[in-house]
């Protein structure tokens, strides 16, 4: 199983502010992934953080709002811009490798935001 | 427009017991029907995978069978425990083209003494 480390596990923001979320990989892998998680909601695919190139975002998700660093294979940063309460989440960072047969997405611990 | 549905929304039972989470899907081209166990403030982590061939497979007393003809996925647990509480995920993966996932809402499973 990949190891995903998340940092920071928690925080509490004021709004209008920015906070940067860091995810380390034990492995190099190629597909990376942002996720957010609202509360009583389903996870919800924010980007895919492609190395060496900007990253592909979903509908409903710019880059001026949540950019995206991917700086080598191993780690990636999410930024959430300009918070409101709007933006109080759990944000997940996934990875994909194979695993046996199969290509096996993998989750990080997640990061739980709570803005006021 | 691809859909996961599962049920309940939440469920509770008696330690020792029993239970089966439901999922329903309308993704299509259908590639993968994944499980995933939430524990509170952690990241999913995978139970099972199955593909359209798959019937049922088992992860020790985590049950999981598909019936790709209806597009629904069944979890069963097996003799319950306190540590089984947590959101069970049902995530189906579309055969096309770029990696896809539609993830449901879980199930909130709550295992009493």
């Known amino acids: 199983s990949a190891v995903i480390s998340q940092k920071p596990s928690r925080d509490i923001c004021q709004r209008g502010t920015s906070l940067t979320i860091q995810c380390q990989v034990d492995?190099?892998?190629?597909?990376m992934f942002w996720y957010r998680q609202q509360p009583g909601q389903s996870l919800t695919l924010i980007a895919t953080a492609n190395q060496g190139s900007e990253a592909t975002y979903e509908s409903g998700f710019v880059i001026d709002k949540f950019p995206i660093s991917r700086p080598n294979l191993t780690f990636s940063t999410l930024t959430v811009s300009n918070m409101s309460p709007e933006d109080s989440s759990i944000y997940l960072c996934?990875?994909?490798?194979?695993?046996?047969?199969?290509?096996?997405?993998?989750f990080g611990p997640g990061t739980r935001l709570t803005v006021l | 427009k691809n859909q996961v549905e599962q049920s309940p929304q939440s469920l509770i039972i008696l330690e020792g017991k029993n239970c089966t989470l439901q999922c329903n899907y309308t993704v299509s081209p259908f590639s993968n029907l994944r499980w995933y166990k939430q524990d509170t403030g952690r990241g999913p982590v995978s139970l099972t995978i199955m593909t359209f061939s798959e019937n049922t497979k088992s992860n020790g007393r985590y049950t999981a069978t598909l019936d790709a003809d209806t597009k629904q996925s069944s979890l069963h647990i097996t003799a319950s425990q306190l540590s089984d509480s947590a959101s069970y995920i049902c995530?189906?993966?579309?055969?096309?083209?770029?990696?896809?996932?539609?993830f449901g809402k879980g199930t909130k499973l709550s295992v009493i003494p």
């Open positions: 996934s990875v994909v490798r194979l695993a046996g047969s199969y290509n096996e997405q993998f």
């Open positions: 995530v189906v993966r579309s055969g096309a083209g770029s990696y896809q996932l539609t």
């Open positions: 492995s190099q892998v190629t597909m």
